[in-house]
């Protein structure tokens, strides 16, 4: 039987550095592991490239992928929908591939409940004022956005406890460092049993 891909979630407030913190690691020559590309309905920022970023869609379209059951998770944040599409990230764990999701903590918690083994990161900032300078730093959103993203940070920093690992992102390098880490561990873990032992050990 081939062995079915590992799920990791990366969730985190907004502006912590997890879009950031994850094109680092995707870039690392040891990066095996697919991107699912969530959907919204939020504008495009500048820059930002429909099917690359996002599948950007409409309220309506967001809401027939729901009805469809085509939607692993999704939620509502700050006044839009994001979700992940099911069937990208089925057929790539089917194909032995690992899958990363980059998703808000109520989407990981509806994860959590159909895919127990996948593993849950959370990305912390080293305190709520730099999340916010982070978030003005980069330009993308205006202040009253920013104000309701920090407020949601607050609720979803609460919820950190529900992870299995906390990484704060003090600077990307370390924080990339420590998401490979547990990837490189929990491998191990969710396949049980190394190879080069398996003769040894024999059946259960
Ligand atoms: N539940 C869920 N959340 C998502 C998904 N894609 C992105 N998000 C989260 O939605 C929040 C807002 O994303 P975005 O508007 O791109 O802002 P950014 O994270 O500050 O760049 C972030 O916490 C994302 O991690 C998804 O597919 N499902
Ligand atoms: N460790 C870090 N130290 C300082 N700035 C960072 C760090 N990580 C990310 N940033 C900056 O913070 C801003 C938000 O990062 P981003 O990756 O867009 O966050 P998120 O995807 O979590 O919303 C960006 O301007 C980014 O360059």
């Known amino acids: 039987m081939v062995k079915k891909g590992m799920l990791i979630v990366l969730s985190g407030p907004s502006g912590v550095g997890k879009g950031t913190v994850r094109k680092a690691l995707f870039e690392e020559p040891d990066a095996d592991f697919s991107y699912s590309i969530s959907m919204t309905t939020r504008q495009p920022r500048p820059g930002e490239r429909d099917g690359i970023d996002y599948y950007f869609v409409s309220k309506e379209e967001f809401e027939e992928n729901i009805r469809n059951g085509e939607m692993l998770e999704y939620a509502k944040y700050v006044d839009n929908y994001y979700g992940t599409p ?66 949601q940070a607050a609720t979803e920093i609460r919820m950190m406890r529900n992870y299995d690992y906390a990484v704060v992102n003090d600077q990307v390098d370390n924080a990339v460092e420590a998401i490979k880490t547990i990837i490189k561990s929990e491998r191990l873990r969710v396949t049980r049993v190394m190879p080069e032992y398996e003769s040894m050990l024999g059946d259960d």
């Open 86 to 151: 099911l069937k990208y990230v089925n057929q790539t764990l089917e194909s032995g591939q690992d899958v990363f999701l980059e998703i808000e903590v109520n989407g990981a918690m509806q994860v959590r409940a159909v895919a127990p083994d996948a593993v849950f990161v959370f990305l912390t900032p080293p305190d709520l004022i730099e999340l916010k300078h982070r978030l003005i730093g980069r330009g993308t959103d205006d202040m009253s956005v920013i104000d309701k993203r920090i407020k």
